[in-house]
């Protein structure tokens, strides 16, 4: 069984930083994919970021190239999103989530999911 628990969410000011992660068990996950979403209130899920554990590339949203860095720690089964220059527009539930293989835009094609962190930026 999948489980994926974030943590690191909170509230911070616009221009801060804060790191989330995302711990990953029940699996071995070298064949996996994994992504961070983010959901407003009353917006569909977005995709923020993804990476396979295997692969070098990274892959982010236009909203947040040059702001957020996902990176992982292969030992801890954990991965980050370092997420700086903070706006209101970032605050969010932000969702860690995994599938097989490869990377994928679309949150629907991922089969595990974690319960999610608060984030909230204020102006």
């Known amino acids: 069984q999948v489980q994926l628990v974030e943590s690191g969410g909170g509230l911070v000011q616009a221009g801060g930083s804060l790191r989330l992660s995302c711990a990953a068990s029940?699996?071995?996950?070298?064949?996996?994919?994994m992504g961070w979403f983010r959901q407003a209130p009353g917006k569909e899920r977005e995709f923020v970021s993804a990476?396979?554990?295997?692969?070098?590339?990274?892959y982010y949203a236009d909203s947040v190239k040059g702001r957020f860095t996902i990176s992982r720690d292969n030992a801890k089964n954990t991965v980050y999103l370092q997420m700086n220059s903070l706006k209101p527009e970032d605050t969010a539930v932000y969702y860690c989530?995994?599938?097989?293989?490869?990377?994928?835009?679309?949150?629907?094609?991922?089969?595990?999911w974690g319960q999610g962190t608060q984030v909230t930026v204020s102006s």
């Open positions: 989530a995994a599938r097989m293989y490869s990377t994928s835009y679309d949150w629907n094609q991922y089969n595990y």
């Open positions: 029940g699996r071995t996950f070298s064949n996996y994919a």
């Open positions: 990476f396979t554990w295997t692969g070098v590339n990274t």
